[in-house]
């Protein structure tokens, strides 16, 4: 477990995520939480318990079931001047709100040649790994990274989260901020005290290697790692990138390592089919290729339509520690 110093505190993830929203109301006047359950129950994970107490109905806004109507709602306010940030209590129950991030959000600056923009938060806990079943268990990343003019942020580590919350808050553009749920009281570590941005764009090389680059992000990049230490009592050496950002990507950091180590494994949660593996294995083909010593290989969710909820089926569906490492040792090796 990370130790806190005098400047900094250990935080899981949830906790960095409700700290750096409470600094956020705190410091500015402008920004405002709206959501299902997120006033007088204080959201499903109890993120925003006892805000409403404290900022008031006003800015911590109960919602109907009505997700459409949640983004569509933030998309005024910010277009109006305030800091928005809308939460989906679940990824599974964002499609109705498709449009009003895809169709009005990320294209406001766009139609409006600069004379308006969008400055707002899309926070929602996506993934598996807590028997969450059909309707609670989804990653939406791949669905919303074709779009341009919206980011998309998904952190892994407590310090992270923070820094990557407080810019996507800043942003002046909308931003999707992903949170796997099966990370939020998993993962702990020090956080820095006070205000600080990550940009969003940066990837991190969380483990450096030689033989071969790893990029994955979410609760996956701690498998890697996991995996990767394995691999490095085994006498091999892999870097793992985690991506932090989807989009915008890190493509500097991607081809400098894949230049590297000359091997590249994707590894992400959601399907394969389409997933962000295909951009990232695109871009180091069209930009790397004779660089390589090995053709990419991508290790993703079969192309089924849902994760199940029996334990078999949930296993089935997710990766674990000990296929990334089969995986990367048979890269290595390769």
């Given at each position: 477990?990370?130790?806190?110093?005098?400047?900094?505190?250990?935080?899981?993830?949830?906790?960095?995520?409700?700290?750096?929203?409470?600094?956020?109301?705190?410091?500015?006047?402008?920004?405002?939480?709206?959501?299902?359950?997120?006033?007088?129950?204080?959201?499903?994970?109890?993120?925003?318990?006892?805000?409403?107490?404290?900022?008031?109905?006003?800015?911590?806004?109960?919602?109907?079931?009505?997700?459409?109507?949640?983004?569509?709602?933030?998309?005024?306010?910010?277009?109006?001047?305030?800091?928005?940030?809308?939460?989906?209590?679940?990824?599974?129950?964002?499609?109705?709100?498709?449009?009003?991030?895809?169709?009005?959000?990320?294209?406001?600056?766009?139609?409006?040649?600069?004379?308006?923009?969008?400055?707002?938060?899309?926070?929602?806990?996506?993934?598996?790994?807590?028997?969450?079943?059909?309707?609670?268990?989804?990653?939406?990343?791949?669905?919303?990274?074709?779009?341009?003019?919206?980011?998309?942020?998904?952190?892994?580590?407590?310090?992270?989260?923070?820094?990557?919350?407080?810019?996507?808050?800043?942003?002046?553009?909308?931003?999707?901020?992903?949170?796997?749920?099966?990370?939020?009281?998993?993962?702990?570590?020090?956080?820095p005290d006070g205000h600080y941005v990550i940009p969003i764009?940066?990837?991190?090389?969380?483990?450096?290697?030689?033989?071969?680059?790893?990029?994955?992000?979410?609760?996956?990049?701690?498998?890697?790692?996991?995996?990767?230490?394995?691999?490095?009592?085994?006498?091999?050496?892999?870097?793992?990138?985690?991506?932090?950002?989807?989009?915008?990507?890190?493509?500097?950091?991607?081809?400098?390592?894949?230049?590297?180590?000359?091997?590249?494994?994707?590894?992400?949660?959601?399907?394969?089919?389409?997933?962000?593996?295909?951009?990232?294995?695109?871009?180091?083909?069209?930009?790397?290729?004779?660089?390589?010593?090995?053709?990419?290989?991508?290790?993703?969710?079969?192309?089924?339509?849902?994760?199940?909820?029996?334990?078999?089926?949930?296993?089935?569906?997710?990766?674990?520690?000990?296929?990334?490492?089969?995986?990367?040792?048979?890269?290595?090796?390769?």
């Open positions: 477990m990370a130790v806190a110093t005098s400047s900094s505190k250990v935080l899981n993830n949830v906790e960095a995520v409700r700290d750096t929203l409470y600094e956020a109301l705190k410091n500015d006047d402008r920004v405002v939480i709206l959501g299902e359950d997120v006033g007088a129950r204080g959201n499903v994970f109890l993120i925003t318990k006892d805000f409403a107490k404290e900022f008031g109905t006003e800015r911590i806004i109960d919602t109907p079931i009505a997700e459409a109507s949640i983004v569509g709602i933030a998309v005024g306010m910010a277009m109006e001047g305030l800091r928005p940030i809308a939460e989906i209590q679940f990824a599974d129950f964002i499609y109705p709100s498709f449009n009003q991030i895809v169709g009005e959000a990320a294209k406001t600056r766009y139609r409006s040649n600069g004379e308006y923009t969008c400055p707002m938060v899309i926070r929602t806990p996506y993934g598996g790994g807590v028997r969450g079943a059909l309707s609670h268990s989804v990653s939406v990343e791949a669905l919303f990274y074709h779009v341009p003019g919206l980011k998309i942020v998904v952190p892994s580590f407590p310090a992270d989260v923070k820094g990557l919350l407080n810019a996507a808050i800043d942003d002046p553009d909308p931003v999707l901020f992903l949170e796997h749920k099966k990370t939020y009281r998993l993962i702990k570590g020090e956080v764009g940066k990837a991190d090389v969380k483990k450096e290697g030689s033989q071969l680059t790893v990029v994955s992000y979410g609760l996956y990049v701690h498998w890697a790692l996991e995996a990767a230490n394995q691999l490095e009592s085994e006498g091999m050496s892999v870097e793992v990138i985690d991506l932090r950002s989807v989009r915008p990507m890190d493509r500097t950091l991607i081809l400098q390592s894949v230049r590297k180590t000359r091997k590249l494994l994707v590894i992400h949660e959601d399907n394969k089919f389409g997933g962000i593996g295909a951009e990232i294995s695109a871009m180091v083909a069209e930009e790397a290729l004779f660089d390589l010593d090995a053709p990419i290989r991508r290790l993703a969710a079969p192309d089924v339509p849902a994760m199940g909820y029996a334990m078999p089926l949930e296993e089935a569906y997710m990766s674990s520690p000990a296929k990334m490492a089969d995986a990367m040792r048979d890269m290595v090796k390769f």
